[in-house]
T-cell receptor, first 112, second 114 residues
Framework: GQQLNQSPQSMFIQEGEDVSMNCTSS?????WLWYKQEPGEGPVLLIA?????ELTSNGRLTAQFGITRKDSFLNISASIPSDVGIYFC????????????FGTGTRLLVSP | KAGVTQTPRYLIKTRGQQVTLSCSPI?????VSWYQQTPGQGLQFLFE???????NKGNFPGRFSGRQFSNSRSEMNVSTLELGDSALYLC?????????????FGEGSRLTVL
């Protein structure tokens, strides 16, 4: 099945550090979203982006919709232990109704 | 407001059997989507239902089917189970008006096929 290329695959950082991750696709998407999944839970929506070039923040999280509409970036500033989890990007095509194509995920570990 | 509820949370089946998973969406949500999550393939779209109609389907064999009831509750069925069907099956709901991609996921049903 189709998956978006997400990097890095995993990150182990110290509390207080900033984190950057990105997602690329060979296809154009009309919507980019970032989800976080913790063990035993389903993914939870963090940020949704609807326009090329859009930059949106949600607390310490900032995400951008790439100009080419084929990529997106997520930054987490001043990481804390509860940021631990797997972060997934997801893209939605214009004709896909609510169908999302997910990235391969970035596993984030934060050391106190 | 109650979240998306999936039952059962865990189940074990043997090859050749069939399984039915249930999903109750958030009250008022009319769209229900199903995803399969495995370590190898990640999160893969199975299908989406809106107002009892399947309006999108992923690339899965016909053994995977679903339906939605008038109260928006949904079920998915997998027949003739194979070992590779072992996965976490996630249900997600959304209001349905406006396709935003903003999905609310349940905790999933973890299926193990022996």
């Amino acid at each position: 099945g189709q998956q978006l290329n997400q990097s890095p695959q995993s990150m182990f950082i110290q509390e207080g550090e900033d984190v950057s991750m990105n997602c690329t696709s060979s296809s154009i998407f009309n919507t980019w979203l970032w989800y976080k999944q913790e063990p035993g839970e389903g993914p939870v929506l963090l940020i949704a982006l609807y326009k090329a070039g859009e930059l949106t923040s949600n607390g310490r999280l900032t995400a951008q919709f790439g100009i080419t509409r084929k990529d997106s970036f997520l930054n987490i500033s001043a990481s804390i232990p509860s940021d631990v989890g797997i972060y997934f990007c997801a893209g939605r095509m214009n004709t896909g109704f609510q169908k999302l194509v997910f990235g391969t995920g970035t596993r984030l570990l934060v050391s106190p | 407001k109650a979240g998306v509820t999936q039952t059962p949370r865990y189940l074990i089946k043997t090859r050749g059997q069939q399984v039915t998973l249930s999903c109750s969406p958030i009250s008022g949500h009319r769209s229900v989507s199903w995803y399969q999550q495995t370590p190898g393939q990640g999160l893969q779209f199975l299908f989406e239902y809106f107002s009892e109609t399947q309006r999108n389907k992923g690339n899965f064999p016909g053994r995977f089917s679903g339906r939605q009831f008038s109260n928006s509750r949904s079920e998915m069925n997998v027949s003739t189970l194979e070992l590779g069907d072992s996965a976490l099956y996630l249900c997600a709901s959304s209001p349905g008006q406006g396709n935003t991609g903003e999905l609310f996921f349940g905790e999933g049903s973890r299926l193990t096929v022996l």
